[in-house]
């Protein structure tokens, strides 16, 4: 990171993106922090006209493409106004919730998605964050689209914010961090301990065991080694290694109070149900196996399914 964090919201307007902003008080961010407001009008432009028309037709076609470019124009310059008033709501509400942060907000007319991963890698941001739906059935399946397409594609970290219905305001933090002994892992513990987080905030460290033997009672750090079906006790030694190591790194950051769990099974369906038993508020992950579009269908499933389905904000770390 640089000397400010950079915090790029994409904000639509619609409830959950209002659900998003007040996510963020619960997100460690520090008071000295850059955001940006960013609101995208969603433009379709009208294809072009077939380039093998006779004179005449090509005529018509010209006056037809003529219109509704200037259609399209119109409706560009519409939805941007509208965008404009709506990143300016977002930013004074952000304002209010922080005043000691920067904040500012732009708007663009285009495809959200697109627009959102561009603007993200050009600032560059260091944290995008994003609602789950949009204001419509149609906006629903276009905003879910959107951030499921943020959260796998962009270079940057990205938050998907879901307030839990139960999470009260000033209530103690609950994270949960999934981890796996990869590199990845460890950027989101760093991230996670970067953060600015207050007292009373509580950070439960999941490391996965996946094998292929049938899974075995949950262990917990710093016990005995476990030897699965698969002969897998070297490989949990080793991860054992690392959970203990990436403990030590979130116990030096300030405000967290730290456990740690290992367990056996699978990596989507354990931490699922460890968010929806600690209620948590986010569950961190790394980004592995999201870099390119075979490992993020190979490999990406831990991510992607927690991005799609998790009872509560998720952040898929990228450093």
Do not use: I, Y
């Given at each position: 990171m640089g000397e400010r964090m950079k915090v790029l919201i994409a904000y639509d307007g619609s409830e959950c993106a209002d659900e998003a902003l007040a996510d963020l008080p619960r997100a460690g961010l520090p008071d000295d922090t850059e955001a940006l407001v960013f609101t995208v009008g969603d433009v379709i432009l009208p294809p072009p006209s077939p380039a093998n028309y006779d004179v005449t037709a090509k005529a018509m076609a010209s006056r037809r493409v003529a219109s509704a470019v200037g259609q399209a124009q119109a409706q560009a310059a519409q939805a941007i106004e509208e965008a404009r008033r709506i990143a300016g709501r977002g930013r004074e509400s952000l304002r209010s919730a922080f005043p000691r942060w920067e904040v500012r907000a732009e708007a663009v007319a285009g495809a959200p998605a697109f627009a959102i991963i561009e603007r993200a890698r050009d600032w560059p941001a260091d944290l995008v964050v994003v609602g789950t739906q949009g204001r419509t059935a149609l906006g629903r399946l276009i905003m879910g689209s959107v951030s499921h397409k943020v959260a796998t594609e962009a270079n940057n970290s990205v938050r998907v914010a879901r307030c839990r219905g139960d999470a009260r305001e000033g209530s103690p933090i609950r994270l949960l961090?999934?981890?796996?002994?990869?590199?990845?892992?460890r950027a989101a513990v760093r991230a996670v301990a970067r953060r600015a987080w207050p007292a009373g905030t509580t950070a439960l460290l999941v490391a996965v065991a996946e094998q292929q033997g049938t899974p075995v009672t949950a262990g917990l750090i710093r016990t005995a080694p476990v030897t699965t079906p698969d002969g897998g006790g070297k490989g949990r030694d080793t991860l054992r290694a690392a959970v203990e190591t990436a403990?030590?790194?979130?116990?030096?950051a300030a405000g967290l109070h730290v456990t740690c769990e290992i367990r056996d099974g699978d990596a989507k369906s354990v931490l699922m149900e460890e968010a929806d038993r600690s209620r948590a508020d986010c569950i961190f992950v790394g980004s592995r196996g999201l870099s390119g579009r075979v490992e993020r269908f190979l490999l990406g499933s831990?991510?992607?399914?927690?991005?799609k389905d998790a009872p509560c904000?998720?952040?898929v770390v990228r450093e």
């Open positions: 961090v999934g981890f796996d002994g990869s590199s990845s892992a403990e030590d790194d979130l116990s030096a831990v991510s992607a399914a927690l991005v904000s998720v952040e």
